[in-house]
C-alpha cells in the first residue's frame, strides 16, 4: 500500500473520484480513518499490476499535478 498525502478531506474524496472517473480504483482515505489533515489516496500495488497500468496512474497524476483543482468543492 502506498500513501499519498492530501491533506483536505474533500479533496482526497474528490481525487478519489477523478481516479474512478478514469477507470482507476484508488481509495480516499478521510478522518475517522486517519487523523483531520492527513487525508490520503491509497494505492495498493498486486503483483498483477501491469506496466501499462501504472503508466495511466501516473499518466492520471501527471493531469492532476498540471491542474491540480480542477472541480473542488472545499469540502472538509
Known amino acids: 500500500i502506498i500513501p499519498v498525502i492530501v491533506g483536505d478531506a474533500g479533496r482526497a474524496m474528490e481525487l478519489s473520484e477523478e481516479f ?3 477507470g482507476i480504483f484508488i481509495q480516499g482515505i478521510r ?3 486517519v487523523e483531520p489533515g492527513s487525508s490520503r489516496l491509497r494505492i495498493t500495488i498486486t ?3 501491469s506496466g501499462t497500468r501504472m503508466d495511466e496512474i501516473l499518466a492520471v497524476f501527471s493531469q492532476l499535478h498540471q491542474n491540480p483543482w480542477p472541480s473542488y468543492k ?3
Open 20 to 22: 474512478l472517473a478514469a
Open 47 to 49: 503483483r498483477d499490476l
Open 31 to 33: 478522518p475517522p480513518t
Open 74 to 76: 472545499g469540502l472538509s
